[in-house]
């Protein structure tokens, strides 16, 4: 499909990519002497350098290289002790064997009536609403009730859990809140799963942080802070993502109109839409990596120890890669695309994310029959080369005849 209809890009995403357009006419790979690290563009680059484990993804390290050091709180130290960024490989390919069973294809499908029936309880209590932020009333909340299911966090105790979970998760509310607050929540939160992982492993259950509590790695059992702080990562993974693509999917069927008709007549497509967004408009617009030894790409010498900043969101419009990369296009064949990475750090959350954005969206068009942004206001991207995603997204929507639904 060819989307002669699409509205303008907002403002923001549009000098994001005229941003990195700029910067691509010297070519795919490029030395930064500002930042003092390697930029790559280029699809074919991308992916050699997603896919090389001699570079590494210890984002600190990376920042020590450029001569960047960003103090920790020992707080976040903690939580993100087994980060899957700094673990040695072999160490790495355990835990992420133990995480990725929560997020495998087959283990998140069973999760989708547990899905369907938390959208739909959601958009029940929005029904009548003519104007609302979608992104807090449902994008947000809907992946952080589902993540609570699967880590098995009891009923009495979800209140309190997202507001310390949205301090990992919601930047705006962490930023809000302040720096001390924040302290308070995160060591509120690192309590509560010690002691929800105690507990698991006295009273042992089928959810997922009791199966983390009595796993092993190479004959070990993990230790409490490994799998509170797997518990932390796992919030990372599944959350954020899953709301940054469901709001970045309502915008861009906005923006496209044909393609949103199309979907409505034909919900087969929305997998297809789903991937779109994720070259498109990916969420993650950027992966930080580290040289471990001096390699050659796209012709350059990356020296080690060199920071290397790999634009996915530059590689997924490479013209040589995706044709006409401007347009929004549903029946784009071979969408290989890099919106979630690629390699042994492809993003944990991905399987979660297409499956909660395909039934919210399938659920969202079933009981609206229009869904529209609201632009009396420009949608504001605070920070689009870490996260291209709106903050806010108000929309003003048409119910459906109860007996259309």
């Known amino acids: ?68 050091e960003t103090p920790i709180p020992p707080v976040i130290e903690r939580l993100t002790s087994a980060s899957f960024f700094t673990m040695e490989p072999a160490r790495h390919r355990a835990f992420r064997g133990l995480v990725s069973q929560a997020f495998s294809r087959r283990l998140v499908n069973t999760l989708a009536p547990r899905v369907a029936e938390t959208a739909t309880a959601i958009l029940d209590g929005l029904d009548g609403a003519g104007t609302f932020d979608l992104l807090e009333r449902f994008a947000y909340p809907l992946p952080m009730i589902v993540l609570c299911d699967l880590l098995g966090i009891p009923h009495d105790d ?57 796993a092993e790695v190479d004959g070990e059992p993990l230790t409490e802070d490994e799998v509170v702080s797997l518990a932390a990562v796992m919030l990372l993974a599944g959350h954020n993502t899953t709301t940054m693509l469901l709001a970045n999917l309502v915008v861009c069927l906005d923006e496209n109109p044909a393609a949103s008709a199309a979907v409505r007549a034909d919900r087969k497509l929305l997998p297809a839409a789903i991937e779109e967004v994720f070259r498109y408009r990916g969420p993650l617009p950027r992966a930080l990596r580290l040289a471990t030894r001096d390699t050659e790409v796209g012709g350059h010498t990356v020296p080690a120890g060199a920071p290397v900043v790999v634009w996915t969101a530059a590689a997924n419009w490479d013209p040589a890669q995706f044709p006409h990369p401007g347009r929004f296009d549903l029946h784009r064949t071979s969408n290989r695309h890099l919106g979630f990475g690629h390699g042994m750090h492809f993003c944990l959350g991905a399987p979660l994310a297409r499956v909660v954005a395909e039934i919210a969206m399938s659920l969202l068009m079933d009981r609206c029959s229009q ?31 109860p007996a259309a639904r």
């Open 158 to 214: 979800r209140r309190a859990f997202q507001s310390w979970a949205s301090a990992l998760t919601d930047p705006a509310a962490a930023q809000a809140a302040g720096a001390d607050r924040l302290g308070e929540e995160l060591e509120q939160l690192e309590e509560y799963l010690h002691e929800l992982v105690q507990r698991r492993r006295r009273e042992p259950g089928g959810d997922l942080l009791s199966r983390l509590a009595a």
């Open 1 to 68: 499909m060819e989307d002669h209809e699409a509205r303008p890009l907002d403002k923001e995403v549009a000098e994001f990519y005229a941003w990195l357009t700029h910067l691509q006419q010297d070519g795919p790979v490029m030395f930064d002497e500002s930042l003092r690290a390697w930029q790559i563009f280029g699809y074919d680059e991308a992916l050699q350098v997603l896919s090389d484990p001699s570079f590494s993804a210890d984002m600190r390290a990376a920042s020590r290289a450029a001569g960047v």
């Open 371 to 401: 869904v529209a942004v609201a632009r009396d206001e420009p949608l504001a991207y605070p920070a689009p080369r870490v996260n291209l995603a709106p903050a806010r997204l108000p929309v003003n929507v048409r119910w459906a005849a």
